[in-house]
């Protein structure tokens, strides 16, 4: 058991998937960039790395566009030679099964 403390520590939001492509060597993994509300300086959209395994359950073409939720404020992880900058959630019933929101939301809306 954790408290509420703890879970509040994790950030969960909506981002949407820009591209999506094979991670050359890896049987799994798939290299996302998504939006997820991030802005830089400037104030201008700011994109983030996310690396998952999911390939073998999703084609990385029909990824492009989905509304998911991630993990935002995990410590970025070097997989690949790539930096992975968050982590999507999934179920798993023996293959990942992304959890999407039930209608599109902007990219970096709170899950609470």
Request: no cysteine; aromatic share 2%; charged share 25%.
């Amino acid at each position: 058991m954790i408290s509420i403390e703890d879970f509040s520590k994790i950030e969960l939001k909506t981002a949407t998937i820009l591209s999506a492509e094979r991670v050359e060597g890896s049987e799994k993994l798939v290299r996302l960039q998504v939006n997820a509300g991030d802005k830089d300086e400037e104030g201008n959209a700011k994109t983030r790395q996310i690396l998952a395994g999911i390939v073998l359950a999703y084609e990385p073409s029909v990824l492009v566009g989905k509304n998911i939720v991630i993990v935002a404020n995990l410590e970025p992880r070097s997989l690949m030679g790539f930096e992975s900058q968050g982590m999507l959630l999934a179920a798993s019933d023996g293959t990942p099964v992304l959890l999407m929101p039930e209608r599109e939301v902007p990219p970096g809306s709170k899950i609470r």
